[in-house]
């Protein structure tokens, strides 16, 4: 691809500060990678847990908001505001908001039929959206 004279390469995806882009302009993929580090990293974070016998459910939720949420949260503020608009999710970033509800869940040793809005008050956490809209 050429413009004015100077050759392009055309890529199929790019890194960019850890985040990654498709041609397609998708979010998709970027989403679709947090989620699996995100898998990745709660999976090490629940054997360890285990590991140590750490049960306390304040502990649990602190140490998953260092490791995991910053993780599923990462690079919100370049992807975060064109897929909530008006603070209604896009469909894209469902699984991700349903990945991090899940965490919660197994860290507390809720049901998985646990309400959502009982899910964030017991964990006196606030939904993963609202961390997007800042």
């Known amino acids: 691809m050429d413009l004015d004279g100077l050759v392009f390469e055309l890529v199929h995806e ?3 500060l850890g985040l990654v882009f498709d041609s397609r302009g998708g979010e998709k993929t970027m989403i679709t990678r947090l989620v699996e580090k995100g898998r990745r990293c709660f999976g090490w974070l629940i054997s360890f847990l285990n590991r140590n016998g750490w049960r306390h459910p304040h502990l649990r939720l602190v140490l998953f908001d ?5 993780i599923l949260q990462f690079g919100c503020s370049v992807w975060g505001p064109r897929l909530l608009v008006n603070g209604i999710e896009h469909s894209l970033i469902l699984p991700l908001l ?4 899940k965490c919660i869940r197994a860290l507390l040793g809720l049901d998985r ?11 006196a956490r606030p939904p993963l959206k609202a961390s997007l809209i800042k």
């Open 113 to 123: 039929r646990t309400h959502n809005c009982l899910v964030y008050i017991l964990s």
């Open 98 to 101: 349903a990945y991090h509800r």
């Open 14 to 16: 790019f890194r960019y």
């Open 66 to 70: 260092v490791y995991v949420h910053s």
